[in-house]
C-alpha cells in the first residue's frame, strides 16, 4: 500500500469514528489553526519570502489578514451554519418538521496553488473543518519552502490523523487522484482542472474547481483614468502579477490609450519607484520555467513601459504593452505574471464582443461614471464575478461567493460559502403515524374524488402567515370569551 493510501486510509478511518461531529471538536481546531497563523507568523513570512520575494507586511496582508479573518468569521458563525435550515411547507406537511441539516460530505481533498500558498490552501480547509469533514492537504510543490513549513507544523497543531498533509510533487498528486475522496477542491489551471475532474470522475467525486482565465478591464473614455490606472496598477502587479484574478489585459479607446500609458507610469513609480528590483514590496516570478514562460509572451508585442529582467532573480519588471492584437501570443493563456498588454476597441460594444468571443473569465473588470453602462457590462457579459471602480478586493468580502464559471471553474467558497460548498444538504421530513383519513388519497385505488383532492391540497397555494395569524386571533376570542364567561357567572 502506498503512502498516499495509508495517508487517506487513516483519514477516512478517522473520520468514521465520528468525532468531527460535534461543533466543539470543530470550533477546537479552527482556534488551533488560528494559533497556527498567530505563533507562526515569522515563519510563514521567511517561507514566502524565499519562494516568492513577499515583503512581511505584503505576507500579512494578503495571505495571513484573509486566512485569520475566515477563520474567525467560522468560528463566530459555525453553530449558525450548522443549525438544521427550516423550509416553507405544503398543506399536506403543515404538521410536520422539514428541515435541511447540513452533514459532512467525508474525506476532502484540498490541492493548493503556488502563488498564494497559504490563503489559497487553508482557506477551503476552514471551510473543511467547520463543515465536519476530514482532509487531506496537498500544498503546492512549486512554493516549496511553503510547502515544508506547512508539513512541520500543521500536525502539531491540528489532528494529524484527519488533517494530514501529503508533500511531494506531480507523481504524488496522481497517485492521490487515483483514491476516492468524498469532494475535491482544487485551485489552478484549467488543464490541470480537467485532469483533476476527469479523475474525480471515476469515483464519482463532486468537484470545486477554483480556475483562472484572462481576466479583461475595460475603461470607458469618460472615467476618471488617473484613478482608474492606479487600482489597475495594484491589481496587476501585486504579487509581481501571479494572481489570479488580476487584470490580464485593458480594453480602451485609442483616443486614451497615450494617456493610459502615462498614468499607469506615474502608479508603477509611485508604487515600486524607478529601480522595482530593489523595492522590497515588489515580488518575484516563482521559478526560473515561469520565467522564461513569462518573457516568451512578449514577443510579438512592443513594450511600452518596463520590460526589464534578470532571469538569474527571476526578476521581471512591470511591463506594459502596446501594438497587441488579438492574435498575439500574450493573448493566447493566462499571463500570470507582470504583463500588462492594452488592446484598442471602439468602444463599450467592442469591449463587450470582445469579451464574449473568448472563454468566460474569472473576473470582469470595467472602469466607468456611467451606472447605465456597467449595468450593461454586467447584463450583456458572464464571468464569475464582476467589479466596477476597483480591482481584487471583492475577494475580501466573505459574504460573496468567490468562483468562476465555465473555463474559469465551477463551486464557490468563501465564508457561510465554503461551510455550504463542503456540506452535503439533507432533506430531512418527520412526520407522525397519524392522519391516515388525510393521507388515503394517495393510496390505491385511485380515484377521480382522490386525484381532485390531491391536486388542490399539492396545488393550492395557502399563506401559512395569515393563517398562523388567523389561528391566533381565533384563540385569543376564545379566550377572551372564556374570561368573560367567568367574570359573568361570578357576577
Same mark, same amino acid.
Given at each position: 500500500?502506498?503512502?498516499?493510501?495509508?495517508?487517506?486510509?487513516?483519514?477516512?478511518?478517522?473520520?468514521?469514528?465520528?468525532?468531527?461531529?460535534?461543533?466543539?471538536?470543530?470550533?477546537?481546531?479552527?482556534?488551533?489553526?488560528?494559533?497556527?497563523?498567530?505563533?507562526?507568523?515569522?515563519?510563514?513570512?521567511?517561507?514566502?519570502?524565499?519562494?516568492?520575494?513577499?515583503?512581511?507586511?505584503?505576507?500579512?496582508?494578503?495571505?495571513?489578514?484573509?486566512?485569520?479573518?475566515?477563520?474567525?468569521?467560522?468560528?463566530?458563525?459555525?453553530?449558525?451554519?450548522?443549525?438544521?435550515?427550516?423550509?416553507?411547507?405544503?398543506?399536506?406537511?403543515?404538521?410536520?418538521?422539514?428541515?435541511?441539516?447540513?452533514?459532512?460530505?467525508?474525506?476532502? %481533498?484540498?490541492?493548493?496553488?503556488?502563488? #498564494?500558498?497559504?490563503?489559497? *490552501?487553508?482557506?477551503? $480547509? @476552514?471551510?473543511?473543518? &467547520? /463543515?465536519?469533514?476530514?482532509?487531506?492537504?496537498?500544498?503546492?510543490?512549486?512554493?516549496?519552502?511553503?510547502?515544508?513549513?506547512?508539513?512541520?507544523?500543521?500536525?502539531?497543531?491540528?489532528?494529524?490523523?484527519?488533517?494530514?498533509?501529503?508533500?511531494?510533487?506531480?507523481?504524488?498528486?496522481?497517485?492521490?487522484?487515483? %483514491?476516492?475522496?468524498?469532494?475535491?477542491? #482544487?485551485?489552478?489551471?484549467? *488543464?490541470?482542472?480537467? $485532469? @483533476?475532474?476527469?479523475? &474525480? /470522475?471515476?469515483?464519482?467525486?463532486?468537484?470545486?474547481?477554483?480556475?483562472?482565465?484572462?481576466?479583461?478591464?475595460?475603461?470607458?473614455?469618460?472615467?476618471?483614468?488617473?484613478?482608474?490606472?492606479?487600482?489597475?496598477?495594484?491589481?496587476?502587479?501585486?504579487?509581481?502579477?501571479?494572481?489570479?484574478?488580476?487584470?490580464?489585459?485593458?480594453?480602451?479607446?485609442?483616443?486614451?490609450?497615450?494617456?493610459?500609458?502615462?498614468?499607469?507610469?506615474?502608479?508603477?513609480?509611485?508604487?515600486?519607484?524607478?529601480?522595482?528590483?530593489?523595492?522590497?514590496?515588489?515580488?518575484?516570478?516563482?521559478?526560473?520555467?515561469?520565467?522564461?514562460?513569462?518573457?516568451?509572451?512578449?514577443?510579438?508585442?512592443?513594450?511600452?513601459?518596463?520590460?526589464?529582467?534578470?532571469?538569474?532573480?527571476?526578476?521581471?519588471?512591470?511591463?506594459?504593452?502596446?501594438?497587441?492584437?488579438?492574435?498575439?501570443?500574450?493573448?493566447?493563456?493566462?499571463?500570470?505574471?507582470?504583463?500588462?498588454?492594452?488592446?484598442?476597441?471602439?468602444?463599450?460594444?467592442?469591449?463587450?464582443?470582445?469579451?464574449?468571443?473568448?472563454?468566460?473569465?474569472?473576473?470582469?473588470?470595467?472602469?466607468?461614471?456611467?451606472?447605465?453602462?456597467?449595468?450593461?457590462?454586467?447584463?450583456?457579459?458572464?464571468?464569475?464575478?464582476?467589479?466596477?471602480?476597483?480591482?481584487?478586493?471583492?475577494?475580501?468580502?466573505?459574504?460573496?461567493?468567490?468562483?468562476?464559471?465555465?473555463?474559469?471553474?465551477?463551486?464557490?467558497?468563501?465564508?457561510?460559502?465554503?461551510?455550504?460548498?463542503?456540506?452535503?444538504?439533507?432533506?430531512?421530513?418527520?412526520?407522525?403515524?397519524?392522519?391516515?383519513?388525510?393521507?388515503?388519497?394517495?393510496?390505491?385505488?385511485?380515484?377521480?374524488?382522490?386525484?381532485?383532492?390531491?391536486?388542490?391540497?399539492?396545488?393550492?397555494?395557502?399563506?401559512?402567515?395569515?393563517?398562523?395569524?388567523?389561528?391566533?386571533?381565533?384563540?385569543?376570542?376564545?379566550?377572551?370569551?372564556?374570561?368573560?364567561?367567568?367574570?359573568?357567572?361570578?357576577?
Amino acid at each position: 500500500m502506498s503512502r498516499e493510501e495509508l495517508v487517506v486510509q487513516r483519514a477516512r478511518t478517522s473520520f468514521q469514528t465520528g468525532r468531527t461531529k460535534p461543533l466543539e471538536y470543530r470550533l477546537h481546531q479552527l482556534k488551533s489553526l488560528l494559533s497556527l497563523i498567530s505563533e507562526r507568523r515569522t515563519d510563514i513570512a521567511e517561507s514566502l519570502k524565499k519562494d516568492l520575494g513577499k515583503s512581511e507586511h505584503g505576507t500579512e496582508l494578503f495571505e495571513i489578514m484573509k486566512l485569520e479573518g475566515e477563520i474567525r468569521l467560522a468560528i463566530d458563525k459555525l453553530a449558525e451554519w450548522a443549525a438544521p435550515r427550516p423550509v416553507e411547507k405544503n398543506i399536506l406537511t403543515i404538521t410536520d418538521e422539514v428541515y435541511i441539516q447540513p452533514e459532512p460530505l467525508g474525506v476532502v %481533498l484540498i490541492i493548493g496553488a503556488w502563488n #498564494y500558498p497559504w490563503a489559497v *490552501t487553508l482557506v477551503p $480547509l @476552514v471551510g473543511a473543518i &467547520a /463543515a465536519g469533514n476530514a482532509a487531506v492537504i496537498k500544498p503546492s510543490e512549486v512554493s516549496s519552502h511553503s510547502a515544508k513549513i506547512m508539513e512541520e507544523f500543521l500536525p502539531q497543531y491540528l489532528d494529524k490523523d484527519m488533517y494530514p498533509v501529503v508533500t511531494g510533487g506531480v507523481s504524488e498528486t496522481q497517485e492521490l487522484l487515483k %483514491l476516492r475522496f468524498d469532494h475535491i477542491f #482544487y485551485t489552478g489551471n484549467s *488543464t490541470v482542472g480537467k $485532469l @483533476v475532474m476527469e479523475a &474525480a /470522475a471515476r469515483h464519482l467525486t463532486p468537484v470545486t474547481l477554483e480556475l483562472g482565465g484572462k481576466s479583461p478591464c475595460y475603461i470607458d473614455k469618460n472615467c476618471d483614468i488617473a484613478v482608474a490606472c492606479r487600482r489597475i496598477t495594484w491589481g496587476k502587479f501585486v504579487n509581481c502579477g501571479q494572481t489570479c484574478i488580476a487584470p490580464d489585459y485593458i480594453l480602451c479607446e485609442p483616443s486614451i490609450q497615450s494617456r493610459v500609458f502615462e498614468e499607469l507610469k506615474k502608479s508603477i513609480e509611485e508604487f515600486y519607484t524607478d529601480n522595482p528590483k530593489t523595492f522590497e514590496d515588489y515580488g518575484r516570478i516563482i521559478n526560473q520555467r515561469h520565467f522564461k514562460r513569462v518573457m516568451g509572451l512578449m514577443q510579438g508585442s512592443t513594450v511600452a513601459l518596463g520590460g526589464d529582467s534578470d532571469e538569474s532573480q527571476c526578476y521581471i519588471a512591470p511591463t506594459v504593452l502596446k501594438d497587441v492584437t488579438r492574435e498575439s501570443k500574450v493573448m493566447k493563456e493566462e499571463i500570470f505574471g507582470p504583463l500588462l498588454p492594452v488592446i484598442t476597441v471602439s468602444g463599450v460594444d467592442e469591449a463587450i464582443q470582445f469579451i464574449n468571443e473568448r472563454e468566460k473569465p474569472l473576473v470582469v473588470y470595467v472602469f466607468s461614471s456611467d451606472k447605465k453602462m456597467i449595468k450593461r457590462v454586467i447584463a450583456e457579459t458572464s464571468s464569475g464575478a464582476l467589479l466596477a471602480n476597483d480591482c481584487l478586493i471583492h475577494y475580501t468580502i466573505s459574504s460573496l461567493p468567490f468562483g468562476g464559471v465555465g473555463n474559469s471553474g465551477m463551486g464557490s467558497y468563501l465564508g457561510r460559502y465554503s461551510f455550504d460548498q463542503l456540506s452535503h444538504m439533507r432533506s430531512c421530513l418527520i412526520k407522525q403515524l397519524n392522519m391516515e383519513g388525510f393521507n388515503s388519497m394517495r393510496y390505491p385505488p385511485h380515484t377521480t374524488k382522490k386525484l381532485g383532492w390531491a391536486r388542490f391540497f399539492l396545488f393550492k397555494k395557502f399563506n401559512f402567515g395569515r393563517l398562523r395569524r388567523m389561528a391566533l386571533l381565533a384563540m385569543l376570542a376564545g379566550l377572551t370569551a372564556f374570561v368573560v364567561q367567568r367574570f359573568l357567572r361570578r357576577g
